[in-house]
């Protein structure tokens, strides 16, 4: 350290799979770098050290590309043309126009996307809520872009989300499944990989199933097991065959704890031919889910099948443990209740070195509520479907998804879109979406606070400068397995004349007549020092907030190593399952009973998908892409980072086998097309991702061409508005492309 270096302690606040620590080297007011916590200063505890990426955060927040003022559009909207406007006017047009839409539509027409940039225990976007609440109400969202289909299946068959054991329970697993689970990239938060690092020097073995060989699996030197994106739950239906055939069921704890597995375990009434058993066994279809069935549809060889699901049987206590990455897909709910499934054959639920399979949560100390006001309105839709709510949300009904209200009676006419990317950047189909949005009469009023013209700032009406991470303090805690508690210090003042959404917010409260109620008196450091005081009355331990100020850390001492579901899986008559049944639900009665807008069966078992790869689409667009969560950003965070992009430049993957037959070479530039879109874009050709699949990693920025194709890499340019049966969740990486090469100064045509 120089002289007159001053350190100051932060954390991450983006929706980033790990929350590191990330220290400020300040001297004279500037910041000289970032530093992150080394493995000695962490002694015994899992070290929060930063990636490439974190230590680049000054470099990507304070860049020359920053909004610095308040804008209003001149321009159509999407076009992206403002001019500068006071603070003033910003306000007084937002508080006009919140009115009027209020008192012409009704508070129901009011909305507060998706968004995750902010995910510090403060936020914006919460504080926007807090105002609506208020003022009469919002239409509210359920599930997210994140796990919409695992979360919900996890409690409809366990009843909780709560099925994880601590990560350090693998270290005593004899056989690790990593199944669409990427945690080199994707963190789950440090413990994640160091807990498997762990598990690979005791010898566990390791396999990863996925259509590409990822980091974590080229890291951890794991056996790879390709399988053709959205057809995983054929896979594990045939692995269920091989289980039940060989007679490597624990048929004991299903007929303990399990509904619906055989036809003596099923809810009265219910014919045998509904069962699990009966499904596998193609008593009802007439065809039995062997290996070689799958095989077809999966692209797995048969015995590659039949080896996995015996060794996963065998192998006891086994760790099968799904990522989020094979449900952002059509059908994403079988998937993961297929994972469910297999952990309940094999007795591997409620044991340690076992995993429970599903969401996997395991969290000791649950983040404190935030300072809202309940909505008064009860109304709600899935947070994938608000471009359904603006272009025709007077006809969605509890069929689509509505939930609170048998209907929605207004669609939406103002939306606030806070510290997010979703209005387009990250949503699916933009061109569509793009369309939706541009159309006035749908929504009236759009207001998006953000740090960059991004792809969603240039849709606002009116667009405001939000303020960093190093511009405001903030509180951070752990994405997934950590336990502790962080201290984002601000380090400079704002740039320009960018302010913290709950600034301007105060003062539209003001011009509304709720100015009192909406702040309570409060500064956002006052609401911070409220809300952290809160949490000590539930986290004793934790030190005074002015110490945690100066530390920047709190770990949480370590807790009885639980072992979740245990007590239900040893005794369930003592112990019920949070369930109607109070038994794992593999057939679901409630769902059996619902009426879906597409079949949904009451089991988990395939369903082929509408544009997998069986799908009549094919024939026109023969590949399947994917993406994936990259290491060099976070969602569509640091994409402006040139650093990172050198790092790690955004292209297409595919295999040798596909690119050949088009006259593709490693570096050509190709488009990537189908019926919704068109990317430009080089390739990257590897053995790593299976024949007939591409991938391009998703969050890069949706840059068009004046012919309307991407140039970023944006893979929202291709994805689709559709949703999954059960969640109604996001099924962006259910999707069939073209790719052929380009020429140079082509006009966007294909070759
Ligand atoms: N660096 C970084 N980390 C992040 C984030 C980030 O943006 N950047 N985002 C965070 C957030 S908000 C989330 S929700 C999580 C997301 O976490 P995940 O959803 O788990 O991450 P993904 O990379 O989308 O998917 C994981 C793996 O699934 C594979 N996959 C895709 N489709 C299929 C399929 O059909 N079958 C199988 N078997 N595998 C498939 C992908 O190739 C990928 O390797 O990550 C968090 N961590
Ligand atoms: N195709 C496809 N699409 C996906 C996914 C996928 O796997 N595939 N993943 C989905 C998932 S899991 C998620 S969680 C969503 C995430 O979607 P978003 O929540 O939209 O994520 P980001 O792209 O991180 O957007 C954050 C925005 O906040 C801004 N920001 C950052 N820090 C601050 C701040 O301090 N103040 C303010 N005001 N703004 C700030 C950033 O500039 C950025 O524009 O994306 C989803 N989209
Ligand atoms: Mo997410």
Known sequence: ???????????????????????????????????????????????????????????????????????????????????????EEAVDTIASEWIRIRDTYGPASRYVPYATGVS?????????????????????????????????????MYGTRQCGNPPESWQDSRLIILWAHNPLETKFDAETMHALRCAKEKGVPIISVDPRRNETAAALDAEWIPVRPATDSALLDAMAYVILKEGLEDRAFL?????????????????????????????????????????????????????????????????????????????????????????????????WGGWACGAGDCTQHPWPSFPSVPNPLSCRIPSFMWTDAVDHGETLTALDGVRGA???????????????????????????????????????????????????AKFADILLPGVSMFECDNISLPWKYGEFVGFSNACIPPLGE?????????????????????????????????????????????????????????????????????????DPAAHPFPTPSGKIELYSPRVAKTEYKWPFPAIPRYVEPPEGPQDELARRYPLQLIGWHTLRRCHSVHDNNPNLEKLDPQRLWMNPADAAPRGIADGDEVLVFNGRGRVRIPV??????????????????YRPDKYGTDTGGCINTLTSLAVTPYSRGNT????????RRTVAENNGDVL
């Open 406 to 456: 048998e209907k929605l009676s207004v669609g939406i006419k103002m939306i606030l879109n806070i510290a997010g990317n979703c209005l387009i950047n990250q949503h699916g189909d933009i061109n569509r979406t793009a369309e939706i949005l541009r159309d006035e009469s749908k929504c009236e009023f759009i207001v998006v606070s953000d740090l960059f013209m991004t792809a969603t």
């Open 255 to 351: 007929d303990r704890c399990c509904l619906g597995f055989d036809g003596t375990h099923l809810p009265e009434g219910v014919p045998e031919t509904e069962s699990v058993e009966a499904y596998l066994m193609g008593r009802k279809d007439g065809v039995p889910k062997t290996p070689e069935w799958a095989s077809q549809i999966t692209g797995v060889p048969p015995e590659t099948i039949a080896s996995l699901a015996v060794r996963y049987a065998t192998a006891r206590p086994a760790a099968l443990i799904q990522g989020y990455g094979a449900q952002r897909h059509a059908y994403g709910e079988q998937s993961a209740r297929g994972g469910i499934l297999l952990a309940c054959m094999t007795g591997n639920v409620g044991v």
């Open 498 to 570: 960018s302010r913290q959404e709950y600034d301007w917010l105060s003062e539209v409260a003001g011009r509304l007549g709720l100015g009192d109620a909406f702040t309570e008196g409060h500064t956002w450091d006052g609401w911070l020092q409220d809300r952290y005081a809160q949490l000590c009355l539930r986290e004793p331990e934790l030190p005074p907030y002015d110490e945690l100020k100066r530390t920047g850390l709190y770990r949480y001492k370590k807790g009885p190593r639980a072992v979740a579901l245990e007590a239900e899986c040893r």
């Open 732 to 739: 962006q990486h259910t999707i069939l492309v073209e790719v």
């Open 1 to 87: 350290m120089t002289e007159g270096e001053r350190v100051i302690p932060t954390m991450g606040i983006n929706n980033c799979g790990g929350k590191c620590v990330i220290r400020v080297h300040m001297k004279d007011g500037k910041i000289l770098r970032l530093s992150t916590e080394t493995a000695e200063e962490a002694g015994d505890a899992v070290p929060l050290t930063a990636c490439a990426r974190g230590l680049q955060y000054h470099k990507t927040f304070l860049g020359e590309d920053r909004l610095l003022y308040p804008m209003r559009r001149t321009g159509k909207r999407g076009e992206g043309k403002f001019r500068r406007i006071s603070w």
């Open 684 to 701: 990257r050709v590897t053995e790593r991702i299976m024949r007939g699949v591409v991938a391009l990693s998703q969050g890069a920025w």
């Open 120 to 156: 510090g225990l403060l936020s914006g976007r919460e504080f926007a809520k807090r105002l609506l609440a208020l003022d009469g109400g919002f239409l509210g969202y359920y599930n997210s872009y994140s796990s919409a289909c695992i979360g919900p299946v996890t409690e409809l």
